[in-house]
Nanobody, 118 residues
């Protein structure tokens, strides 16, 4: 079992910054894709930012230029969020995924709340 724990969420004023952290119980480099998703109640979970094992990053259009995904030596995944807006308010989830044959095996953290006030 792979365990992921997010931290760093909270309440911030519009225009401010937060840095989310995801701690993995093992090396994240065994995964094909790691990153962050977010979910607003009543809406589908959406991709925020992910990075592949090859270093390729994908960002949601709404966060490009404001958010940056990064990783350390292999145990943590970060999301630096700058110029936050009220519509960034959501529960943010860390995710690690890997292909096992034809199946994509996903692991998820418990989520951390980010609230941006106007």
């Amino acid at each position: 079992q792979v365990q992921l724990v997010e931290s760093g969420g909270g309440l911030v004023q519009a225009g401010g910054s937060l840095r989310l952290s995801c701690a993995a119980s093992g090396s994240i480099f065994v995964f094909d894709v790691v990153g962050w998703y977010r979910q607003i109640p009543g809406k589908q979970r959406e991709l925020v930012a992910v990075v592949s094992s090859g270093g390729t990053t994908n960002y949601a259009d709404s966060v490009k230029g404001r958010f940056t995904i990064s990783r350390d030596s292999g145990k943590k995944i970060y999301l630096q969020m700058n110029s936050l807006r009220p519509d960034d308010t959501a529960v943010y989830y860390c995710s690690c995924s890997r292909w096992i044959g034809p199946r994509l095996d996903d692991y998820w953290g418990q989520g951390t709340q980010v609230t941006v006030s106007s």
